[in-house]
């Protein structure tokens, strides 16, 4: 059955260091990966995604991430964390067969200036 | 444009009432999901719609609950004899399904359901 793992609860962060949300999942075949932010009162909101090709995927607001097949991993970065960066960040796989997406539990960032 | 929207953004209801939650998708957008995420979970997938009819429900946890979208947009939640685990946030997000692409899902900002 297909899972996605975040191991990190909650992580603390200063304003300009940077930060690595980890993510871990479990599916049969090549998965479509995504990372979502969600703020207090806010709707999801998709920071990047990987389909296929280059592993190394940009996205929105300073992002990327690394999809490493051998980790079964999609980990999430940003060089630079900035004090409005502080959300919900989740991990979501997806299938070729159907949109559905499965989660994993968030990791909640807070920023300290 | 206006995104997805859902109402009401908060209910309160008493255990074993009826409650309904409704969703108005981006127009244009002819997939619908539903989601429900407890307090400290992720979104947990309940149904999608792919037009008028339920293309995958397998998530609905029991009978209680059931989901309708007569004219193929906006969509109702309806939860039956509400439980107090049933409290959590139902998200709503809609698509273009377009055949062979990857359709990205835009969430709308959830209703907020809690049962006394």
């Known amino acids: 059955a297909q899972s996605v793992t975040q191991p990190d609860i909650h992580i603390t962060v200063s304003e300009g260091a940077s930060l690595e949300l980890r993510c871990n999942y479990s599916?049969?075949?090549?998965?479509?990966l995504f990372w979502y932010v969600q703020s207090p009162g806010q709707g999801l909101q998709l920071l990047l995604k990987?389909?296929?090709?280059?592993?190394l995927v940009q996205g929105i607001k300073g992002f990327e991430a690394e999809f490493k097949r051998s980790q079964s991993s999609f980990n999430l970065r940003k060089p630079s964390v900035h004090w409005s960066d502080a959300a919900e960040y989740f991990c979501?796989?997806?299938?070729?067969?159907?949109?559905?997406?499965?989660f994993g539990t968030g990791t909640r960032l807070q920023v300290f200036p | 444009g206006a995104g997805v929207s859902q109402t009401p953004s908060n209910k309160v209801t008493e255990k074993g009432k009826y409650v309904e939650l409704r969703c108005d998708p981006i127009?244009?957008?002819?997939?619908l999901y539903w989601y429900r995420q407890s307090l400290g979970q992720g979104p947990e997938f309940l149904i999608y719609?792919?037009?008028?009819?339920?293309?995958?429900d397998s998530g609905l946890p029991n009978d209680r609950f059931f989901a309708v979208r007569p004219e193929g947009s906006v969509s109702t939640l309806k939860i039956q004899r509400t439980e107090r685990g049933d409290s959590a946030v139902y998200l709503c997000?809609?698509?273009?399904?377009?055949?062979?692409?990857?359709?990205?899902?835009?969430f709308g900002p959830g209703t907020r359901l809690t049962v006394l």
């Open positions: 997000a809609s698509s273009l399904a377009l055949t062979g692409a990857y359709n990205e899902q835009f």
């Open positions: 599916y049969g075949a090549t998965p479509y």
């Open positions: 990987y389909f296929s090709g280059d592993t």
């Open positions: 979501a796989v997806g299938s070729r067969n159907t949109d559905k997406l499965i």
């Open positions: 127009s244009g957008h002819t997939a």
């Open positions: 719609f792919q037009g008028t009819g339920a293309a995958d």
